[in-house]
């Protein structure tokens, strides 16, 4: 009688700690389980939606002049060091805040807006007004401080910083190694700081048709949360709760056994 219970109860665990193809299988759609697959054809396409971040407060940018001008003339010049300009460190240290009003201060121009601007557009923005003191000048805009947080069932937990302002989510996933084998790629949580709101969304990346969502693309400050599957605590502690149950079992018998002696 205790051998079968066992089996039965070992089955029950078994099942309960399985996790099946479907739910970890990114960017599903009907024929992705299907043998008769057509290779090295294109299966279908989507329009993907433009992507341009626009500034926000808070935001760093670092920002640099170039001009026919001589540099004892050209104020512009003056803003950013030339040295090592490459290193990210540098450019958060020297970059321009973006205050609460959306402003960034420049000498003789004064405080100029550019919150709600692309990054396109205030280089263009800032040439226009360059141009008016100096000659041919080019304008280079980076955002300094594009950031995502990934935490929860990742590979590599915190703070990623990325160098594209056109990051997909699933790209930064990847630069976090990717998800854990138990996340639960069906209801990851987006907290994402927009207009001066803190929006919570929930995002399933099982569907192929997530290509299509708004939050395709990530943005600055972006925070990624992914949950761990219902499996997740049957797999961690599944041989503990094996022994457990076995030593319970024979407890039990061992009772019986003096009970009908």
């Known amino acids: 009688m205790l051998r079968p ?3 039965v109860l070992s089955c029950l665990l078994l099942l309960a700690s399985c996790v099946t193809n479907k739910q970890v299988t990114l960017m599903q759609k009907n024929d992705l389980f299907k043998q008769d697959l057509k290779l090295n054809e294109v299966t279908r396409t989507y329009e993907l939606d433009s992507f341009r971040y626009k500034i926000q407060t808070n935001d760093i940018l670092y920002i640099r002049f170039e001009s026919l001008t ?13 040295q090592n300009l ?17 402003e960034i201060p420049f000498p003789v121009i004064g405080k100029v807006k550019v919150a709600g601007l692309t990054i396109f557009e205030t ?10 003191y100096i000659d041919a000048p080019m ?11 990934l935490l929860g069932e990742v590979m590599k937990e915190g703070t990623i910083q990325l160098g594209n302002n056109r990051t997909s989510m699933l790209e930064a996933i990847g630069l976090a190694g990717g998800l854990g084998e138990l996340a639960d790629r069906s209801h990851l949580k987006l907290i994402r700081q927009w207009n001066g ?28 949360i992914v949950p761990p599957l219902k499996q997740r605590t049957f797999r961690k502690y599944f041989s503990q709760n094996l022994a457990l149950v076995f030593s319970a079992l024979s407890l039990a018998l061992l009772v019986a056994l003096n009970l009908k002696k």
């Open 5 to 7: 219970t066992l089996l």
């Open 70 to 82: 001589p540099k004892e003339f050209d104020f512009f010049s003056g803003q950013t060091p030339q």
């Open 86 to 102: 490459n290193v990210m460190g540098n450019a958060l240290f020297f970059g321009e805040l973006v205050n609460e009003k959306g």
């Open 123 to 132: 280089q263009e923005y800032f040439r226009k007004l360059a141009s008016q």
């Open 139 to 149: 304008v280079k805009v980076r955002l300094a401080n594009y950031r995502v947080t």
């Open 197 to 224: 709101k803190t929006e919570v969304v929930y995002l399933n990346l099982l569907d192929e048709e997530f290509m299509r969502s708004p939050y395709y693309y990530v943005h600055q400050n972006d925070i990624v």
